[in-house]
């Protein structure tokens, strides 16, 4: 299994290759050359098994031989096992053929675990393999960073460098950053939102000396590691409510598009699921741009659902070099105009293939707000205000056909918002007890190039 750039320029790399380097060196993102098919015969037997064998039948044939069997599957175990459900991503039903898929029940509270915890080992064994050091570098509106520097706190060869928009994160997601001990840890604040934290992420791997000399890497969603370890939820969800002999949708909250690029894959490997629904909260540039064909970036305004405030939203090339017939060229112009202007149209072939491939809708403030309290009414459930955008918008898409949300967060990781719209301030499970006892450590930065890279080479050392 060889990997290629979105962008067409990169060398092709193998899984190993292409999880270590994160983004590719021509700027692109790593995409399989080919996608591997689950038949329906494979995929009914993924019935009834537990949710780490699930994985290593998902994931094995993307893996290349990269690791041994025994290896994978023991990295598997090693990376649930912290799970607080035994069922890993359990299935709750929330009305008539609405079920949630319960993504949060990992260390930090947020699906970004099921890839992060996973990615984190995979990492270690090929660096204890290699014997080389490596620089994690990521940008986060809250999740991801709080997972990253959980996966890899203490981890021998690798520092890990979270920047994230000082006073746009949660006080949980600040804690779980800026709380733990280990000196590998540094957690930056930017002055400034999560895109330019991107921005600057993006900036030192394009710098190649710089990213060369700290041997960067990134586990951002554009990670493709991560993108492989999320398409496994797809498939366990999907099967529990019938498939393959019965077509699942899916809505997914969604701000880089990661998550739900990880359903595009599972559907392109075969599951049947009927639709995929991209749901925004009031940062809709991806509801406007399947609506309007025109990707044109706006300011961003602050939300409930902070890790879905983004405008650029990186994974979308994914979907876009898919819909440009796997084009590298012609995705490296669109990328390059977004960087020039803020804006690109969609070709008119690649905006049908988009639309046929995802539905799309958006949740204001106040919709967010009153799904919360609605869901708490009728089905007794708390939502976060990620899934609550996701509720809403799959409320449009109700059909015969079996709908699931991915719950993104537990209700517990936004205690504020959940707290206003219905009274109740939703309880950290027993497991984290001591996160508001324990001293922050945290580092704040300029949104500046030049003053971030000095930093990380006086801290690394390198
Ligand atoms: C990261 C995150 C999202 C958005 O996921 P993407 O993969 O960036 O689309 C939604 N909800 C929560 C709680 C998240 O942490």
């Known amino acids: 299994m060889r990997y290629i750039s979105t962008r067409g320029a990169a060398p092709a790399l193998g899984f190993a290759e292409a999880m270590m380097a994160g983004l590719a060196r021509d700027g692109g993102l790593y995409v399989p050359e080919a996608m591997p098919a689950m038949t329906a ?71 970004k675990d099921f890839a992060m915890q996973l990615i984190g080992r995979l990492i270690a064994a090929q660096l204890a393999r290699s014997g080389r050091r490596i620089t994690i570098v990521g940008a986060t509106s809250g999740d991801t960073g709080s997972a990253a520097i959980e996966a890899f706190r203490g981890l021998p060869g690798v520092d890990v460098f979270i920047l994230f928009p000082q006073g746009r994160v949660s006080d949980v997601q600040r804690r779980q950053m800026t709380t733990p001990a280990e000196p590998n840890v540094h957690a930056l604040a930017i002055e400034g939102d999560f895109d330019a934290a991107q921005a600057r992420v993006k900036d030192m791997f394009n710098d190649h000396a710089f990213r060369d000399a700290m041997g960067l890497a990134a586990v951002n969603s554009i990670n493709w590691a991560r993108v492989l370890a999320q398409t496994v939820y797809y498939f366990a969800a999907a099967v529990a409510l019938g498939a393959p002999h019965r077509a699942v ?88 105009e977004l960087k020039r202007t803020g804006r690109f149209a969609i070709p008119p072939g690649a905006l049908q293939a988009l639309r046929a491939g995802f539905a799309s809708g958006r949740a204001s403030e106040a919709e967010t707000r009153a799904t919360i309290a609605r869901t708490w009414a009728e089905a007794g459930e708390l939502l976060c205000p990620h899934t609550a955008v996701g509720v809403h918008v799959a409320g449009a898409h109700a059909g015969p056909t079996p709908m699931v949300t991915l719950a993104t967060a537990h209700p517990a990781k936004f205690p504020d918002a959940v707290e206003a719209a219905t009274g109740i301030r939703p309880a950290l499970p027993a497991r984290m007890a001591g996160l508001f006892d324990r001293p922050e450590r945290v580092t704040r930065v300029p949104d500046n190039l030049a003053a971030i890279q000095s930093l990380i080479r006086e801290r690394t050392g390198r």
């Open 41 to 111: 015969a494979d995929i009914a037997a993924l019935a009834g098994l537990p949710y780490e064998e699930v994985a290593f039948r998902v994931m094995r044939p993307f893996l290349g031989g990269a690791f041994a069997d025994d290896d994978i599957r023991a990295l598997i175990a090693a990376a649930y096992a912290g799970f607080g459900h035994p069922a890993r991503a359990p299935l709750v039903q929330i009305a008539p053929g609405h079920f949630l898929c319960e993504l949060f029940h990992g260390p930090t509270l947020a699906f």
């Open 249 to 336: 949708s899916f809505t997914v909250p969604t701000g880089n598009f990661g998550d739900i690029y990880a359903g595009h894959v599972a559907r392109a490997m075969g599951l049947p699921v009927a639709r995929l629904v991209i749901a925004t909260n009031q940062n809709d540039i991806l509801h406007r741009a399947l609506s309007t064909g025109l990707y044109a970036t706006e300011a961003v305004r602050p939300s409930i659902s902070p890790s879905m405030d983004i405008q650029i939203s990186s994974n979308f090339e994914r979907a876009l070099f898919d819909a440009l017939g796997r084009d590298g060229a012609a995705v490296a112009a669109l990328m390059d």
